[in-house]
């Protein structure tokens, strides 16, 4: 069963609004990282954040983690439309040796 | 470098088939990994390699093989492809179980 569970499914947004993704987890985790999905391409990993950790910048990219609630967000700030794609939250537990990942939320920025 | 490469790109099986899907990395990762993602389902994991000559087996492992006889390369074996098997089919690696992911850029398999 699948770890990771990001909300919403599905979200639209204009050019140079915030758009915000949150992911919520079963079991405790050693880290939580999030994937980028261009339509029929590979992913691509954003960041990651360790469970002792509450928040991470990178660029226009801000995670939170809250371990007491088991959930994270992804806010992507000032989209543009190459933000286009699908986001995935993957969780690592060290028990499992794997990471289990969500079924991703689709972000559709349009100019 | 290349990275994760996948061969081939796309492929037609009829039911009963068998095939090969290759993954090659060229960043000396560890660990390796095969995804099959169907819409709706997100990446569920089939196989693994934790290092050359090892595999484990993921959440949905039934009707393929794997084999990590080099470091470098981790093949997906399917002995007698099902129409269940159309998906598409994510080659990853690692250099620590835990760290990021580098995915190759998929293979597009139908089974007809």
């Known amino acids: 069963s699948q770890q990771g569970e990001e909300d919403p499914q599905a979200l639209s947004i204009q050019e140079g609004e915030n758009a915000t993704m949150n992911c919520s987890y079963k079991?405790?985790?050693?880290?939580l990282q999030w994937y980028r999905q261009n339509s029929g391409r590979g992913l691509v990993h954003l960041i990651l954040i360790r469970s002792n950790e509450r928040e991470k910048h990178s660029g226009r990219l801000r995670v939170t983690l809250d371990t007491s609630k088991k959930s994270s967000s992804l806010l992507i700030t000032a989209s543009r439309a190459a933000d286009t794609a699908s986001y995935f939250c993957a969780t690592y537990n060290s028990g499992y040796s794997t990471l289990t990942f969500g079924k991703g939320t689709m972000l559709l920025v349009s100019p | 470098n290349a990275g994760v490469t996948q061969t081939p790109k796309f492929r037609v099986l009829k039911t009963g088939q068998s095939m090969t899907l290759l993954c090659a990395q060229d960043?000396?990762?560890?660990?390796m990994y095969w995804y099959r993602q169907d819409p709706g389902m997100g990446l569920r994991l089939i196989h693994y390699s934790v290092g050359e000559g090892t595999t484990a087996k993921g959440e949905v492992p039934d009707g393929y093989n794997v084999s990590r006889l080099k470091k470098q390369n981790f093949l997906l074996g399917l002995e007698s492809a099902a129409p269940s098997q159309t998906s598409v089919y994510f080659c990853?690696?690692?250099?620590?179980?835990?760290?990021?992911?580098?995915f190759g850029p998929g293979t597009r398999l139908t089974v007809t």
């Open positions: 960043m000396n990762h560890e660990y």
């Open positions: 079991t405790s985790i050693n880290n």
């Open positions: 990853a690696s690692t250099l620590t179980g835990m760290g990021e992911q580098y």
